[in-house]
């Protein structure tokens, strides 16, 4: 079956390195042919190294919701129109898989044979309906994405997919030694106002009054200039707060793997997340989790004895503080942890992503 790929992104994202996985499995463990169409250098090239078929689409900006971004899209989806039909023409494919709402929007063409992977929450409620009315199969990555379709589609809900060997061991080979004995907080989130860094600072102010040992690092990407304004407020709250010397703030590009495998405890402080990749890194690394009752992250690890979930109402610092003592990170929960994981890896999803092909292809 031939199967063309398109996302937008101009950079490489969680939704980016989920759609590598899929394609990368997918051009190794099967017989389909998936042929790819993205704006991200680094997945282009990630793909030519595995000889995958790819064409570099001439975008360079992520829209916003803002009258500036809708003139953006309408630009981009102009420059887009031609290589998209050429690339139908040429391919022929039998269902085209688009990485997010936003290909979606860039596509001029929908229909039945067409899949949009949603791996969002926070997006304008027009969209959802006016895509829906183009009939495309939708993927969910989780049933708070999921959510939004109702009523309108009937979403399919497949997981994102983790070569989880492979995590562990470049995990591995990025560990970064934990300087002293304090246990160590991980946060590791792009510096954008929605994965709730404020929230997490409210927690290590709590745990310093009340005399707690511990040392934290924030890790990320500042993608624009207002994470370069939240970077400089983060910044500025520790020094006035006193927790300088106690939370480290990394900016960088690239996986944040080697802060995860030097980690104690893993935090995910948004209440908008639409699944939770570092979340299932952490468990595949054995990790305690501490999270917000929230969006895909609340599906990944309800009931799991490797995580604490924070309800509404309930402290984020309480659930720490609970989690700072090393006797509580035994290896029974580091068990757990991987256990849960592999519900995300490669042999667990991949089968279900081709049942759906199966279904949608052509007689």
């Not at 790819?54 to 630009?75: K, S, Y």
């Not at 802060?259 to 305690?288: M, Q």
């Not at 929230?294 to 509404?312: K, N, R, W």
Request: glycine share 6%; hydrophobic share 45%.
């Amino acid at each position: 079956m031939r199967l063309l790929f398109l996302d937008c992104a101009p950079f490489m994202g969680g939704a980016q390195e989920s759609l590598w996985t899929l394609l990368r499995e997918l051009r190794r463990q099967t017989p389909h042919e998936p042929v790819l169409a993205c704006a991200c250098p680094e997945l282009a090239d990630r793909a030519a190294s595995e000889r995958l078929p790819v064409t570099r689409l001439p975008l360079t900006r992520h829209w916003r919701a803002t009258p500036g971004g809708l003139l953006q899209w309408l630009q981009d989806r102009r420059r887009a129109a031609p290589i998209l039909a050429a690339l139908r023409r040429d391919v022929r494919p039998h269902l085209v898989h688009l990485n997010t709402c936003r290909a979606a929007l860039l596509c001029p063409e929908l229909g039945p044979d067409c899949i949009i992977h949603d791996r969002d929450i926070r997006m304008p409620g027009v969209v959802p309906a006016w895509l829906a009315r183009r009939r495309p199969t939708v993927v969910a990555i989780s049933e708070a994405v999921a959510r939004k379709w109702r009523g309108r589609l009937e979403p399919v809900v497949i997981p994102n997919a983790f070569d989880l060997p492979a995590l562990t061991a470049a995990a591995e080979r990025a560990r970064r030694p934990s300087p002293g004995t304090l246990p160590t907080i991980v946060l590791a989130a792009d510096f954008v106002s929605w994965k709730g860094h404020e929230t997490l600072l409210d927690a290590l102010s709590e745990l310093r009054r009340r005399g707690l040992g511990f040392r934290c690092l924030l890790r990320g990407r500042v993608r624009d200039r207002a994470g370069a304004a939240l970077l400089a407020r983060l910044e500025a709250r520790l020094c006035a707060e006193g927790l300088s010397g106690l939370v480290e703030v990394r900016s960088a590009a690239g996986s944040a793997l080697g802060e995860l495998a030097a980690a104690d405890i893993v935090v995910s402080a948004s209440r908008d997340e639409p699944f939770g990749r570092t979340v299932v890194e952490a468990l595949a690394l054995g990790k305690a989790v501490v999270a917000l009752s929230s969006g895909g992250v609340a599906d990944i690890l309800s009931g799991c004895p490797a995580a604490t979930l924070v309800g509404e109402g309930e402290s984020l610092a309480e659930a720490l503080a609970w989690w700072l003592p090393a006797e509580r990170r035994t290896s029974a929960v580091a068990s757990a942890a991987r256990e849960r994981a592999e519900r995300y890896g490669v042999p667990a999803v991949l089968p279900q992503v081709l049942r759906l092909y199966e279904r949608l292809s052509p007689a």
